[in-house]
């Protein structure tokens, strides 16, 4: 756009309006474009890539099967616009206006579109792999059934529409989920960064691979799903229930899983560090290999669990229930067991290493089986103090 062109423009306060043809022209002179009214016209087929667009309005323009790709467009309307088969590939979009816009078969791959909204609108045949989405409002519009490498940020997703979606390595974060829908949704390495799930329709939900940090997941029902090598980190899933759930290679650090169930489950190599499972229900899982350190178990029901190998270094496993475990060669290296229930439990080369056992129930568990304090690393353990204190080395 010209010097001039802009200078009349700001001193009408007012849009030029322009034809197809004066647009066309004005396009091939300059790739500065500011206050270009053309609503209303007709767009279909024109090449209009790689140019800046500055508050122009495409209101109710047929833009059908153009190209407005590697494109700036700031504050410009597509208010009511027709864009199916549009190009928008690795265009940026800056509070952009599309109320009412039909997107058809738009492609946005790459795209960068932030601080708008899509309210109740059809993207379900939208190509938008690859584009980042930042301060939207999406509140109940309808997303495509395959979704690859997408970013939606900082946005609001109340009642958006993703169910029977496959979403593949998309992240979704500090984002509004509230009453989301990803019925029969299957995620395969995402990422979830505080999502509030609290009421998000999620039946029949397949997570693979994913990372779900700081999302808030209480009292959700879970039994019987798939959700193998997902990373639940610091996440907040009190009285959640995984009866007979798929949860291998499953990462659950630092997560508050009060009173959640796991029973029945297959936790193969699941890490529970730091985790809150207070009164927790781990009745006839399968943990080999599982790590519970510096874990919160009291009161926790680990009945009839199959835990060889497992850690539970510096756990608190105050009034716990393992009756019947399998523990061979799990480790209790400064665990409090503080009137924990061993009872029938197998314990075979357990180690017990200065575990606290004020009250602990070994009837049945040959606690012979088991190895106690390892003089070695008492005095390793112990010599920092002694040093201190001027004993010898």
């Known amino acids: 756009m010209t010097s001039m062109r802009r200078q009349i423009a700001d001193a009408v306060s007012k849009p030029a309006k322009m034809s197809r043809e004066e647009l066309v022209a004005e396009h091939k002179g300059t790739q500065m474009m500011y206050r270009i009214d053309v609503a209303g016209e007709d767009l279909r087929g024109l090449?209009?890539?790689?140019?800046?667009?500055?508050?122009?309005?495409?209101?109710?323009?047929?833009?059908?099967?153009?190209?407005?790709?590697?494109?700036?467009?700031?504050?410009?309307?597509?208010?009511?616009?027709?864009?199916?088969?549009?190009?928008?590939?690795?265009?940026?979009?800056?509070?952009?206006?599309?109320?009412?816009?039909?997107?058809?078969?738009?492609?946005?791959?790459?795209?960068?579109?932030?601080?708008?909204?899509?309210?109740?609108?059809?993207?379900?045949?939208?190509?938008?792999?690859?584009?980042?989405?930042?301060?939207?409002?999406?509140?109940?519009?309808?997303?495509?059934?395959?979704?690859?490498?997408?970013?939606?940020?900082?946005?609001?997703?109340?009642?958006?529409?993703?169910?029977?979606?496959?979403?593949?390595?998309?992240?979704?974060?500090?984002?509004?989920?509230?009453?989301?829908?990803l019925t029969g949704a299957e995620l395969l390495q995402c990422l979830l960064v505080k999502a509030d799930l609290t009421a998000a329709a999620l039946q029949g939900v397949k997570l693979n691979r994913c990372n779900i940090v700081d999302a808030v997941l209480p009292d959700r029902n879970f039994d019987g799903h798939d959700f193998t090598m997902t990373q639940f980190i610091k996440a907040k899933m009190p009285r959640t229930t995984f009866r007979n759930a798929v949860?291998?290679?499953?990462?659950?650090?630092?997560?508050?899983?009060?009173?959640?169930?796991?029973?029945?489950?297959?936790?193969?190599?699941?890490?529970?560090?730091?985790?809150?499972?207070?009164?927790?229900?781990?009745?006839?899982?399968?943990?080999?290999?599982?790590?519970?350190?510096?874990?919160?178990?009291?009161?926790?029901?680990?009945?009839?669990?199959?835990?060889?190998?497992?850690?539970?270094?510096?756990?608190?496993?105050?009034?716990?229930?393992?009756?019947?475990?399998?523990?061979?060669?799990?480790?209790?290296?400064h665990a409090d067991l503080t009137d924990a229930d061993f009872g029938g439990a197998t314990v075979t080369q357990a180690k017990l290493h200065r575990a606290i056992e004020d009250g602990t129930n070994w009837r049945g568990a040959n606690r012979s089986d088991a190895r106690g304090d390892d003089e070695g690393l008492k005095r390793a353990e112990d010599w920092p103090t002694a040093r201190k204190a001027g004993a010898p080395a």
Request: one cysteine or more; proline letters at 2%; charged letters at 20%.
């Open 47 to 181: 090449d209009l890539s790689h140019a800046m667009w500055e508050e122009c309005s495409f209101a109710g323009a047929d833009l059908r099967g153009a190209s407005i790709a590697s494109s700036i467009f700031n504050t410009c309307s597509f208010a009511g616009a027709k864009l199916d088969g549009a190009d928008a590939t690795s265009s940026i979009f800056n509070t952009p206006d599309f109320t009412g816009t039909r997107f058809g078969k738009a492609r946005l791959p790459s795209a960068n579109v932030q601080n708008c909204t899509i309210r109740q609108a059809d993207l379900g045949d939208v190509f938008m792999d690859g584009a980042i989405f930042d301060r939207m409002d999406f509140g109940g519009t309808r997303f495509p059934r395959v979704l690859k490498r997408c970013a939606i940020v900082n946005s609001l997703l109340v009642e958006t529409r993703l169910s029977g979606c496959r979403l593949e390595r998309c992240a979704i974060m500090k984002s509004d989920t509230r009453r989301i829908d």
């Open 247 to 333: 949860l291998k290679n499953c990462n659950f650090q630092e997560s508050d899983l009060n009173h959640t169930d796991f029973s029945g489950a297959q936790i193969q190599n699941g890490l529970f560090n730091a985790a809150n499972l207070t009164g927790a229900r781990l009745v006839d899982c399968r943990i080999p290999n599982g790590s519970f350190a510096a874990a919160n178990l009291a009161q926790a029901d680990l009945h009839g669990a199959e835990l060889p190998h497992a850690v539970f270094t510096k756990a608190q496993l105050v009034a716990a229930s393992l009756r019947n475990a399998a523990l061979s060669y799990a480790i209790f290296m």
